[in-house]
């Protein structure tokens, strides 16, 4: 059987790591799209692949590839993926999956058949995090209370077009805060979201978006969840993954993995800290999952799952600007 031959759309520095991925998952990296010729040149020189296009129809209309992973700047999101769905390939999308749960909402609308779309939420894909998971799961820390997640850049962050409302739309919160927002849903089964109380501001460098982003969320459940986003921050409590849950019997977090149960000794079942090969297994693991689309697996996550987090991520803004709690209804 011929390896699956997958093309990116944008070839920046998260890239690599779906070059990276692809080769490990068993597929073949033919394809890149980039306006940039010197970035475009760049990644075929160091990952060996001869098609180079300034623009993704022309790499559709040549056809010759079976999936496309789409790793551009938030605004081309959406645009490009119907694109892809619409030319029958199914689609790994970087997060956020959209710039609005409108556009989130019309990529889901354009699946047809084999050509569906997996948001690209790599934490599910943590060792930890999928650790954390299953004690919440198997009910090994009672009922679950609340929850703390954290994203944070302590001392560094973007610039370019991470920091460009019209190109990301947003700040922190969309770059980050998603990994912090899909994480804790992953850990809590997928509930539904009931409310999003949020802060948003712009606090350690001159910015056009936010720095920080402050959320809490309650799930359907009961279950409440603090969130916490920005870039730098003179602090990080830990890489991006942190997530904490306290339950009726017990407390587990990541980053050390950690589980203490009433009355006895915390066990550390994983390190504090978050090593490259271990960012690299998140990409590896999610690619193969991925790729098991195309022999007929339901994506997980599904495009369910990347409109409810865009959901979440509009409703803290609004909140962010009007200093109210926005009440969600069950998605339609």
């Known amino acids: 059987m011929s390896r699956p031959r997958l093309a990116i759309a944008g070839t920046g520095y998260i890239a690599g790591h779906h070059a990276q991925a692809i080769a490990a998952a068993g597929g073949e990296l033919v394809a890149a799209v980039n306006h940039r010729a010197a970035s475009l040149s760049a990644l075929s020189d160091r990952y060996g692949f001869a098609r180079r296009y300034l623009a993704l129809d022309r790499l559709l209309a040549d056809g010759e590839v079976d999936a496309l992973v789409v ?124 409310s999003v109380t949020a802060h948003c501001g712009t606090h350690y460098r001159d910015l056009r978006v936010e720095d920080t982003a402050i959320l809490t969320i309650v799930w359907e459940g009961g279950v409440t969840s603090g969130i916490e986003a920005g870039w730098w921050h003179p602090h990080a409590p830990g890489p991006s993954g942190s997530v904490r849950v306290s339950g009726t019997e017990g407390y587990a977090q990541t980053f050390p993995g950690t589980l203490v149960r009433a009355g006895a000794e915390p066990v550390v079942r994983f390190p504090a800290e978050l090593s490259e090969q271990a960012v690299q297994r998140r990409y590896d693991a999610q690619m193969r999952a991925f790729l098991a689309t195309f022999a007929g697996a339901a994506p997980a996550p599904g495009a369910a799952d990347g409109v409810t987090s865009m959901r979440i991520i509009e409703a803290a803004y609004q909140s962010a600007s009007s200093g109210r709690t926005v009440v969600l209804g069950r998605d339609r």
């Open 71 to 194: 790793a551009t700047p938030n605004a081309l999101h959406a645009g490009q993926a119907i694109e892809a769905l619409g030319a029958g390939l199914p689609v790994l999308l970087e997060k956020p999956m959209a710039m609005t749960t409108a556009e989130a909402r019309a990529i889901a609308a354009a699946q047809r058949g084999r050509a569906r779309v997996m948001p690209a939420h790599c934490l599910r894909f943590d060792e930890q995090v999928g650790w954390l998971r299953g004690l919440v799961r198997d009910g090994g820390l009672g009922r679950p209370v609340h929850t703390t997640a954290y994203a944070v850049h302590a001392g560094f962050g973007p610039d370019g077009w991470f920091t460009d409302p019209a190109l990301a739309g947003g700040g922190a919160l969309m770059d980050l805060g998603i990994h912090a927002i899909d994480a804790t849903r992953y850990v809590l089964g997928d509930p539904e979201p009931v």
